[in-house]
Nanobody
């Protein structure tokens, strides 16, 4: 399993970025995909989850209405469109998938992360 994020960068407050996560090594369409982020000194938090078509999206309250998660099953890619960015959105963003369980524990895969920095 491999997850490779891209699209991060430096943007001014109010701007937009689109993150992409290219997935390989598993049947992409079979699994929910997630975006997490981790700011300096803070715990990693779930930002958005895409589980299925027709309303299977969930968002953290802090990004609701500004971020949109989507996926392209033909390209094995999950996207995170981020609009109206705020300085508090500054973090390393990771995509994530859980595939099966091992001795009762979920098997979790992470990408290497992409840095998003929002200047005020």
């Amino acid at each position: 399993v491999q997850l490779v994020e891209s699209g991060g960068g430096l943007v001014q407050a109010g701007g937009s970025l689109r993150l992409s996560c290219a997935a390989s090594g598993f049947t992409f369409s079979d699994y929910p995909m997630n975006w997490y982020r981790q700011a300096p000194g803070k715990e990693r938090e779930l930002v958005a989850r895409w589980t299925s078509a027709g309303g299977g999206e969930t968002y953290a309250d802090s990004v609701q209405g500004r971020f949109t998660i989507s996926r392209d099953n033909d390209k094995n890619t999950v996207l995170l469109q981020m609009n109206s960015l705020k300085p508090e959105d500054t973090a390393v963003y990771y995509c994530n998938v859980v595939i099966g369980r091992l001795r009762g524990n979920p098997v979790v895969y992470w990408g290497q992360g992409t840095q998003v920095t929002v200047s005020s």
